[in-house]
């Protein structure tokens, strides 16, 4: 699900027999609450996720959901396929086909997965603009080096997309794992930029994003993110 966002004044006009022009009389009445408190403002903007009552009648109670899931190996980072699992399978909630993928996971990769139907949320969370860490634990074939330390911070050219990724943290934590901090998604990028050196991910698993993390959540399991994981970033 998309974020709509709309004018209070238009939103009414939709969802009631009211038209546009008679949404100033319903403001200066007070007849109009949005959240909870009462309208201030025809232009007032309104999402999908606004609470908003009219004459005691609830015109739209739309309520945002955030998700998350330990997402095991082997299943789809989709919400259909006719073949496999998808990580909407695992997932039990009675609007879960509203849901989106926020940043997929490759079938073999697993960990933390990220389910919204917050449309807003979702493009903050994947814009590199908002500087959000998602941090994985890798697994090589072949030995690294600290040569890989600053070719990632200093970025890697992708010749496909025509740019260079955005500097990442590498923490080599023995000779064949690491921990990898980046800030943006690109496809495969963690495969791609070990694929740099020639070295061959033999397992990728995301641990966190943000201040969202993994602990406590058992391969395959999912759970409601808390208030303070889904606004916090
Ligand atoms: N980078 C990859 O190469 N694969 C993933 O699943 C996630 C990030």
Redesign the pocket.
């Known amino acids: 699900m998309k974020s709509r966002t709309q004018r209070l004044d238009r939103f009414i006009s939709r969802h009631s027999v009211y038209s546009l022009a008679d949404t100033r009389l319903l403001l200066a009445q007070k007849r109009i609450l949005v959240d909870g408190l009462v309208a201030r403002s025809i232009q007032q903007k309104v999402t999908q996720f606004t609470h908003v009552v009219l004459d005691g009648e609830c015109l739209q109670d739309n309520q945002p959901v955030y998700i998350m899931l330990n997402k095991p190996r082997g299943v789809v980072s989709a919400t259909k396929d006719p073949k496999h699992t998808t990580v909407l399978d695992l997932i039990e909630h009675p609007q879960k086909d509203e849901l989106h993928i926020v940043g997929?996971?490759?079938f073999n990769?697993t960990g933390l997965l990220l389910l919204t139907n917050d449309g807003s949320w979702s493009r903050k969370i994947s814009s590199p603009e908002s500087g959000l860490v998602k941090t994985?634990e890798v697994t090589l074939a072949g030995p690294l080096s600290d040569d890989y330390i600053a070719v990632f911070r200093e970025g890697i050219y992708f010749g496909y997309e025509n740019i260079t990724t955005k500097p990442a943290n590498l923490e080599i934590l023995s000779d064949y794992s690491a921990r990898l901090s980046l800030i943006e998604?690109k496809y495969?990028?963690?495969?791609?930029m070990f694929g740099f050196f020639q070295n061959e991910?033999l397992a990728?698993h995301?641990v966190s994003v943000g201040n969202i993390s993994l602990e406590g959540l058992e391969v395959g399991c999912s759970r409601l993110l808390t208030i303070g994981e889904s606004l916090r970033e």
């Open positions: 997929r996971l490759d990769t994985y998604g495969h990028q963690v495969k791609r991910v990728l995301r």
